[in-house]
């Protein structure tokens, strides 16, 4: 059975940190783009970053460039999302997906991330 499971969201003040993880069972992450999305309340899905099967290249939306990196441990057949220089405008729910499409197959169930002080 295919499955991918976020974890890592939570509250944190502005100017903090966070990182999300995203493990996949049921399938083999490295031959798929992965891709992180968020969905704040009352706002549509938007992506948010994604990184390549093949060469590791990555994507960032204008919005979160230079505060977000995406990287990949294919042994732990993980992706992960560092969040640094958090702002009330992240909050959302951050989902991973495959692939890194506008209408992935894949979705996990979501991790709730706050940014409030």
């Known amino acids: 059975q295919v499955q991918l499971v976020e974890s890592g969201g939570g509250l944190v003040q502005p100017g903090g940190s966070l990182r999300l993880s995203c493990a996949a069972s049921g399938f083999t992450l490295d031959y798929y783009a992965i891709g992180w999305f968020r969905q704040a309340p009352g706002k549509e899905r938007e992506g948010v970053s994604c990184?390549?099967?093949?060469?590791?290249?990555?994507y960032y939306a204008d919005s979160v460039k230079g505060r977000f990196t995406i990287s990949r441990d294919n042994a732990k057949n993980t992706v992960y999302l560092q969040m640094n220089s958090l702002k009330p405008e992240d909050t959302a729910v951050y989902y991973c997906?495959?692939?890194?499409?506008?209408?992935?197959?894949?979705w996990g169930q979501g991790t709730q991330v706050t940014v409030s002080s």
């Open positions: 997906a495959a692939p890194c499409l506008a209408s992935p197959d894949y």
């Open positions: 990184i390549s099967s093949s060469d590791g290249s990555t």
